[in-house]
């Protein structure tokens, strides 16, 4: 017979302790923006290709090629729409990824990009030991410093999954922001268990995620699908509302599912509705966090 409780047998301590372990801080929310513009666009691309496969032990040719369209079409569309606008933004690369494809890593940073840890092979942190989360994340970053040059300053997990131990790992490797939390919508200090830890959270939303409207699987039930011009819509009331409150819009994309031509348009759209307002700082994650952070 198991001994464990259940959540209604537990004292006060431990779901207090399971709350606290973990929380929003201080939001930071500066009083303007750089260039004197109203809000600030946080554009970032997870660069998953093969990984979303291999990280479960899979072997399906047909979902690593799937993953391979990212490398071959997605990423190619989406840097063309950056560069023909100008505009930098924050690609999270697991360190697998960034292996097979490292002129495409290096690109990212030669284009005045960002690139961010994003695990080792998409792995999920949760179910990982401790201490190996703590190796991966750390070989993560050192694999990513090597090919491309320029040493992580930031963190996105995998499928956005946080163990009891991510912030401390994160803490403990001195970087700058995390990039996977949801309790906010502005920048906020992260507190482990009540204390500040440096680290500071760029939050993400599944609201503003491209995976949540594109994503399938073909032996589940899973059949979600939005039109492409329904999700434009939700995109850019999310960035309405932040315009209008001068904060931060920030949007998660996927190039094996923005990246298709009947869907990519939705990122060309949105950027050129949002250059016309000429109320927007675009700016890469480690960017946004440095300002937020420098002007609280």
């Given at each position: 017979m198991s001994t464990e409780q259940e959540p209604w047998q537990w004292d006060e301590a431990i779901w207090r302790g399971k709350v606290d372990r973990v929380r929003a801080g201080a939001a930071l929310r500066p009083d303007s923006w750089p260039e004197g513009k109203r809000c600030a666009v946080a554009l970032s691309f997870d660069v998953d290709?093969?990984?979303?496969?291999?990280?479960?032990?899979?072997h399906s040719i047909g979902a690593m090629s799937r993953g391979q369209y990212g490398n071959r079409q997605g990423i190619p569309r989406i840097l063309d729409i950056l560069d023909r606008h100008g505009i930098p933004a924050s690609f999270y690369v697991?360190?697998?990824?960034?292996?097979?494809?490292?002129?495409?890593?290096?690109?990212?940073?030669?284009?005045?990009?960002?690139?961010?840890?994003?695990?080792?092979?998409?792995?999920?942190n949760s179910v990982l030991p401790p201490e190996a989360e703590?190796?991966?994340?750390?070989?993560?970053?050192?694999?990513?410093?090597?090919?491309?040059?320029?040493r992580p300053v930031g963190i996105r997990t995998p499928s956005w999954d946080f163990s009891h131990t991510t912030l401390e790992i994160t803490r403990d490797m001195g970087l700058l922001y995390d990039s996977s939390l949801m309790a906010?919508?502005?920048?906020?200090?992260?507190?482990?268990?009540?204390a500040d830890t440096g680290v500071v959270e760029l939050p993400v939303e599944w609201i503003r995620d491209d995976a949540v409207y594109f994503n399938m699987n073909r032996y589940s039930a899973l059949r979600p699908y939005t039109p492409p011009?329904?999700?434009?819509?939700?995109?850019?009331?999310?960035?309405?509302?932040?315009?209008?409150?001068?904060?931060?819009?920030?949007?998660?994309?996927?190039?094996?599912?923005?990246?298709?031509?009947?869907?990519?348009?939705?990122?060309e759209e949105l950027v050129r509705?949002?250059?016309?307002?000429?109320?927007?700082?675009?700016?890469?994650?480690?960017?946004?966090?440095?300002?937020?952070?420098?002007?609280a």
């Open positions: 290709h093969e990984t979303n496969e291999l990280r479960d032990g899979g697991p360190a697998v990824v960034a292996m097979l494809y490292p002129d495409e890593a290096r690109s990212f940073v030669d284009k005045g990009h960002e690139v961010g840890i994003h695990g080792w092979i998409h792995e999920r703590r190796d991966l994340q750390m070989r993560s970053a050192d694999t990513l410093e090597r090919i491309c040059g320029a906010d919508v502005d920048c906020y200090r992260l507190l482990l268990d009540g011009a329904a999700v434009l819509d939700i995109f850019w009331r999310e960035f309405e509302a932040a315009r209008d409150e001068g904060g931060i819009f920030q949007l998660t994309m996927h190039p094996h599912m923005i990246g298709y031509r009947s869907r990519i348009w939705i990122l509705r949002m250059k016309e307002t000429d109320e927007c700082w675009f700016a890469t994650h480690a960017d946004i966090v440095a300002h937020a952070a420098g002007a």
